[in-house]
């Protein structure tokens, strides 16, 4: 029997066990690692009721920086990498440090991980996190309810340590009250409930199927730039025209770019000539079979946006300007135009907020939303009140005054997929031409 140890970051992960190695006796898993990807979570141990009979204690949970250690301490036979958004040399990197202590190193693929549905998949993902994958499957979805088909929106795993609801089903806004949900989750579950969207998540995949089977067509709604647990029919692939490149050097983004039925490259507003020529250069060289697509995320500014030079805070979606590297995004641009005097966050922040300045030197101007605990919520707050702000402009994809009860203004920004040079339900028109056939 050989040794496992699998690298995660709550989601990847614990799919990869369920379906590979849960009821597998050639392997024992003696624990997964938690990448610093996700700040602020201290979960311990995979529960019994999830990890199966042959795992009985369940399985523990290690900070990402023992890795060594626990390879050593537990006679690891191979590491299995299992999270996303990740550069190739960052996966290399691990590779190299399993190697050097005897290990093989694994990557699992989609054979070995998707679960075949017995109604349609269509999937959402991009090449980076916060490419602009939400609003995409927010428009996808208003083509469907036009179309009159019934759906349903399957969100890749957001798990932070939360075991206790291993299937959620969200059809109405109020039903975000049931959960112990993060900041996070609102954010990608609030807009689709305000649509008529229903929702599910959670952590065992295997029995969300079954819950999503119910429905006509399933709508893979991507994290990161991971690819799908459920097999896709139809596979729509988002690039980020403001990070060239970015399409050929990331784990497992490439995957997808080489596997997209339909590339929409996204906010070629605001992006470069030679940077867009770089991107249809490696289309033509990787996927040139892939239908493409031009768009833009058209913003909708919600609230009174104060006149002359204000003071503003900018709060930014956090995982796109964290480990997405984008460093600011839609609010940090919406201030530029209008000309605000945007203060420097850092000299104001505290607790896990100035942790993430740490951790990430590319952020300067903006306040990443963490928000995954209450602590980051509170630090978030006592921020934002430290500043001297005159208000605070949000692009977070949740409303920020629904969350920080702030005596400050706060101006959020909405923004939605706007297309540039192709049409979205022309390019799908085919794939959903087979479904109401």
């Known amino acids: ?27 024992r898993v003696v624990g ?72 093989d190193f694994w990557l699992l693929g989609p054979k070995s991980t998707m679960l075949k549905a017995k109604k349609p998949v269509l999937a959402v993902c991009a090449v980076r996190t916060g490419a602009g994958k939400s609003p995409t499957t927010r428009k996808v979805c208003s083509i469907l309810r036009e179309l009159g088909i019934k759906f349903c929106v399957v969100r890749h795993p957001m798990v932070y340590g939360n075991f206790q609801y291993p299937v959620q089903v969200f059809k109405t806004v109020e039903d975000l009250n049931r959960y112990d949900l993060t900041f996070e989750e609102r954010e990608e579950y609030e807009h689709h409930l305000k649509e008529g969207n229903p929702v599910l998540a959670g952590v065992s995949y295997e029995r969300l199927l079954e ?47 080489l596997a997209a039925d339909l590339i929409i490259v996204n906010k070629v507003d605001e992006a470069k000539r030679e940077d867009l020529k770089a991107i249809e250069r490696n289309i033509k060289r990787y996927n040139p079979r892939a239908k493409v697509c031009y768009a833009q995320l058209a913003k909708r500014i919600i609230g009174e946006m104060p006149k002359g030079k204000k003071k503003v805070v900018v709060v930014e979606d956090g995982p796109s300007v964290t480990h997405g590297e984008l460093g600011y995004g839609a609010g940090y641009r919406v201030a530029k135009r209008f000309g605000l005097n945007i203060l420097d966050p850092r000299r104001f922040a505290v607790g896990t907020i100035k942790e993430a ?22 630090d978030l707050k006592k921020t934002i009140l430290r500043s001297g702000c005159d208000f605070v402009l949000s692009a977070t994809p949740i409303t920020l005054a629904n969350l920080l009860a702030i005596k400050k203004p706060i101006v959020q920004i909405e923004y939605s997929l706007k297309e540039t040079k192709g049409d979205l339900r022309k390019a799908l028109r085919p794939f959903l031409e087979k479904l109401t056939s």
């Not at 699998?6 to 989601?11: F, S, T, V």
């Not at 988002?238 to 050097?249: C, F, I, S, T, Y």
């Not at 951790?359 to 980051?376: F, R, T």
């Open 211 to 257: 819950e999503a089977e119910k429905y006509d067509l399933i709508i893979w709604d991507g994290g990161n730039n991971d690819f799908p647990f459920f097999k896709p029919d139809f596979l729509i692939v988002l690039l980020d025209a403001l990070r060239p490149g970015h399409e050929v050097r990331y784990h497992p983004g490439m995957s997808l770019f």
């Open 32 to 103: 997964f690692t938690f990448s610093s990807q996700i700040p602020g979570v201290k979960i311990r141990l995979y529960p019994p009721e999830l990890a199966g009979e042959l795992y009985p204690d369940g399985i523990p949970i290690y900070p990402e920086k023992r890795l060594k250690e626990i390879i050593k301490k537990e006679g690891v036979d191979i590491c299995v990498f299992s999270y996303s958004d990740v550069s190739f040399e960052s996966v290399m990197e691990k590779a190299e440090i399993a190697h050097s202590l005897g290990c």
């Open 357 to 378: 300045f740490s951790n990430y030197p590319h952020l300067k101007e903006v306040i990443p939303a963490l928000g995954y605990k209450k602590k980051q919520v509170s």
């Open 1 to 27: 029997m050989r040794k496992v140890l699998i690298l995660g970051a709550g989601g990847r992960d614990f799919h990869n066990f369920n379906t590979f190695f849960r009821e597998n006796s050639l392997y």
